[in-house]
């Protein structure tokens, strides 16, 4: 059974930096083509891919907020960390991990979800 | 960046209706698109990918088809758990949402 859950402050302040840990499990990160990603959902409000990360470390983001991501893994403790800098009111979200599926599956549309963390930007 | 736009935003709808939600994409995008449902304050469920291949336990009256700009998602029969916001999400170039429909009771 694969599973995400995501873990991180629930309130930061203007400018600060967001570190949001994703722990995985069901799955191995080691198997080609699997990928986990983040994406957000501010209140009453569409949902936003962020990024996403591949079992090679192959690493990908979103083009309008590039410049304050960085996702990384830690396979041996299966987890992948975000980081957002430069935190504002705007990007307060429930902020989600997904799990994309392996090569040879043919989806690869996001098929697992953490239950999410709702993080406030607030002074 | 590929935009997704869904219409219509808002569908007020009965049990027993057949609802069909649009999707567009702002260019080509195979059949690389997924549907997801998402009740309020819960994550999102996938249910369709690929376009029209149902996600395994999806019930078979949710049904999607389209390929290149134009997709839609079916609902034959609506049902009472089927009242939720509905998204679209390209996959063929990073990864796109539409803005939601919300399929509301009438």
């Known amino acids: 059974q694969i599973t995400l859950k995501e873990s991180g402050p629930t309130l930061v302040k203007p400018t600060q930096t967001l570190t949001l840990t994703c722990t995985l499990s069901?799955?191995?990160?080691?198997?080609?083509?699997?990928?986990v990603g983040w994406i957000r959902q501010p209140p009453g409000k569409a949902l936003e891919w962020l990024a996403l990360?591949?079992?090679?470390?192959?690493?990908r983001y979103s083009p309008s907020l590039k410049s304050r991501l960085t996702i990384t893994k830690d396979t041996s403790k299966n987890q992948v960390v975000l980081t957002m800098t430069n935190m504002d009111p705007v990007d307060t979200a429930t902020y989600y991990c997904?799990?994309?599926?392996?090569?040879?599956?043919?989806?690869?549309?996001?098929?697992?979800w953490g239950q999410g963390t709702l993080v406030t930007v607030s002074s | 960046d590929i935009q997704m736009t869904q219409s219509p935003s808002t569908l007020s709808t009965s049990v027993g209706d057949r609802v069909t939600i649009t999707c567009r994409a702002s260019?080509?995008?195979?059949?690389?698109l997924a549907w997801y449902q998402q009740k309020p304050g819960k994550a999102p469920k996938l249910l369709i990918f690929?376009?029209?291949t149902l996600q395994t336990g999806v019930p078979s009256r949710f049904s999607g088809s389209g390929s290149g700009t134009e997709f839609t998602l079916t609902i034959s029969s609506l049902q009472p758990d089927d009242f939720a916001t509905y998204y679209c999400?390209?996959?063929?170039?990073?990864?796109?949402f539409g803005q939601g429909t919300k399929v509301e009771i009438k």
């Open positions: 997904v799990h994309r599926p392996a090569y040879g599956t043919s989806n690869y549309a996001f098929d697992y």
């Open positions: 069901g799955f191995s990160f080691s198997t080609s083509g699997v990928g």
């Open positions: 990360i591949y079992w090679d470390d192959d690493k």
């Open positions: 260019q080509g995008i195979s059949s690389s």
């Open positions: 690929a376009a029209s």
């Open positions: 999400q390209q996959y063929n170039s990073l990864w796109t």
